[in-house]
Structures are given as C-alpha cells and as structure tokens.
DNA sequence: CGATCGTTTGAGGTTCCTCAACAAGTGTGG
DNA sequence: CCACACTTGTTGAGGAACCTCAAACGATCG
C-alpha cells in the first residue's frame, strides 16, 4: 500500500484540503502535527482532532470533506494515497480491506471517548484528560516531558472552553502538583494519579 | 448477511451486553430504541448514543464493549450476527467489507457532527441540534410530530446539561415557535430555520 | 526598537447547575 | 374507589463555574 503514497512536506498554516475539495485521496501523518477543522457558517472555527504522526485521515464519506486539516508544527511530513487505488487494493487484498476496517474502528472508539471528555462536567477534568490522552498519543521528550505541539488557543477550541480557562486550569494543576510545565509547550505528568481522579480510571488502560 | 442473523425482543430496561462481556457480536436494531451508555468508575452514567432502527453497533475493537447498551422501548427487536462469520465473509467477497467500511465512515462522520454538537456554546443550541438530529433519525407520526422515544434524563446526559435545563430550552423553543409539544415524547418542528440559527446550516443537508 | 503573538492573571457579568417544590400520570394495596 | 408511593416533567431561587473584557509580561521578528 505504501508504494501508492506521495509524501509531502508542509509549513505551519498550510491546509491540506479545503471543505469542498472532492475527497479523493486519503492521508496520513508520517510526522509532524496538523489539526482537523470545521469551520461553521457564522465563521467560527471548531477543532475536531488532533492528527499525529501514525493517523490516518480523509476516509470519510460525503461528510469527511466537511472538514479541513492545517498544519501545525513546521516541516511536518504527510503521505498521500490515492482513493481509488486503496480501494480496489482492499477489495482483492482481504487484509489490506480488514485493516482499514479496525483503522476506522479504532477511530470510533477514540472519537467516543472523546465525546465522554466534551462531555466531562469541569474545565479542569477536560484539561486533565486532554493531557493524559495526549501523553498517549504524543511524543516524549528527554526528561519524559509531554511536547504540546499546539497552541492553547487550539486546545482551547478542542475542549470547547475559552483560552483563559485552559490557562488556569493548568496553573490549577501546576499548584496542586500533578504536573510540571517547563516551556508552555512542554508539560511533565507528576502525579498521574491526581489527573485521573475525576476521570474513570478504566478508560485509559 | 441475514442468513447469519438472530433476531431477539427486548423491554425496556433490559442489557444488552455489559462492558465485559466479550465482543462476539455485531447488533442492528430492527424496531424500537437504545441507549449506549458508559459507566463511570464513580457510577455516573454518560449516553454515548441512541440506537434507532437501521444502527449497527458492537463493531468496535477493544474498546467497544467498554459500552453497555440498555433498550428503552418496549418490543424493541435487535438482530445479533456472529462476529467472526461477518468478518469471514467480509473477506471472501469484497463487496460486504466495503459495505461495512462505508458503515463505519458514516459512523465517524456522525460522531464528528455530535462533538460539534457538544462543543456547542448554549444549551439551547445543544437542545435545536437534538431535535434537528432526531429529526432526522426518528419515525414520524402522523401530524408529522417526531417521537422521542427517550426520557428528558436521556437527553440531559446525552447532551451533557442538566435535565431542567433541557425542560427550561423545550419551553423557552416553544415560546419563540419554533416547536410546538403535544406530550412531552411527541414534537412537532414548526419553524425549522429557528432552530437553524446558530447552526451552521450546512451540516444537516 | 516597536509590533505582534502567545501566555498568564485579574475583575465583572452571564449561563447553567444545584436544591427545592409542584403538577400530572401510573401502579399498588387497603 | 381512594389513598399512597413512585416516576416523569416543569418551574423557581440561589450559587458556582465559566465566559468576556482588560491588562501585563515575555518572546520572536521585522
């Protein structure tokens, strides 16, 4: 399947596709960030996902075009594959078709433990399992710290609650001891048990 | 497919698979309403989804049964298929895996509208894109009324807000005419561009 | 150096949650 | 048949959480 993609190197900003662009190709993150966008009619922007490197995007049907995808850290790599030619590999490939089906699974489960987050009842539950998922999901650097490679306005808009909100609820966390924040952008998980308290311990394994 | 299927009457407030239970299955609803719901650690409980006739469900990976799903309306009739058989003949012809991507996708493609749904600003918008949604989905009856199979505590905890606050949007959508409520169970849509406003209208096409 | 962006903190207002009460419908037992 | 408990839905009052507006700080860049 790998020889079908065309890799592409993006800057910070760059859109990949527009909302009315014809769903033609699939993607995914080789390395680098990007953020998924619906942009509304009032002009307001909702972030619907992060993207890192290993995520696969695009496969929607006629709704997944809804969406636009910009990049977010500089010289982030993304693979293209060609729609059509994934396809007719799924259908005479059965394990190529199987993988993409547990892809999309897994990108239901995710999405409804999202949901569960959106859902969650304060700002500092939200910004709590925003960072754990993020520890899951994100690299880690030399002294174990999370790399955030957005911005709190981006996250912000993830967790449906205004940038000043976001910003105290990690000085909340910072106070309490449960994380440490070196940059802005770099945050070591301290207590790990502090974040999930509040939160199911179930869901996270 | 059929061929695989078994089909089951359930009344309300029977499981139908807790979150331990095994996923050996693949559900459709044929008649009737469900509830998919997460069970916290702490005991609250979250809707993940309604379930009305025509829904696939139990199709996730390891996280999947981390769901219970409860039925709500009485003689609710659900169609099980043996997971393994499905998966066999997804693979020996093409054209049900494919049917089952495109499932899957549209799946993704309506929790994404739900997250927007969620990250709505007011209650009052969360309660016009219920119903918008609803309508859609549910039956109609004759005066052209849907019918919420679900109770106000459904809808709060899918929603995320408070059941009196759901009551306080229904009257306050009432006032304005934009619904009119003959039961509480039965709402008849009577300026849909009311609820619209603070939509964004492209997304319910 | 001035300007802009990203982040953090403070003050005030609004929405929504919590607690409480009430109304209507349903089932049960005396 | 009626009293009673129970469920579901609606409405009101008070308080807490969060959003909005505002300002200050550091960093980056032209």
Redesign the pocket.
């Known amino acids: 399947m790998e020889q079908l993609a065309t890799l592409t190197r993006y800057h910070p900003g760059e859109t990949l596709y527009y909302e009315d662009d014809p769903a033609d190709y699939w993607y995914r993150v080789v390395s680098g960030a990007a953020r998924k966008c619906a942009v509304m009619a009032d002009g307001r922007r909702r972030i619907v996902d992060f993207l890192l490197p290993g995520d696969l995007f695009g496969f929607g049907t006629r709704f997944e075009r809804l969406f636009s995808v910009e990049v977010i850290v500089d010289g982030t790599m993304i693979a293209r594959y060609p729609r059509r030619g994934v396809e007719q590999l799924a259908e005479s490939e059965p394990e190529v078709g199987r993988r993409i089906r547990e892809t999309a699974f897994e990108s239901i489960a995710r999405l409804q433990w999202r949901m569960i987050l959106l859902g969650s009842?304060?700002?500092?539950?939200?910004v709590s399992a925003f960072l754990l998922e993020m520890a899951e999901r994100s690299t880690v650097d030399s002294v174990n710290a999370i790399i955030?490679p957005?911005?709190?306005?981006?996250?912000?808009d993830y967790?449906?609650?205004?940038?000043?909100?976001?910003?105290?609820?990690?000085?909340?966390l910072?106070r309490k001891g449960a994380i440490a924040?070196g940059?802005?952008?770099r945050v070591r998980i301290v207590d790990r048990s502090a974040l999930r308290s509040g939160l199911d311990d179930g869901w996270r394994a």
């Open positions: 009842a304060t700002a500092l539950e939200k955030l957005m911005s709190r306005y981006d996250i912000a967790l449906a609650i205004a940038v000043e909100t976001v910003s105290r609820a990690l000085t909340e910072r924040l940059d802005p952008r």
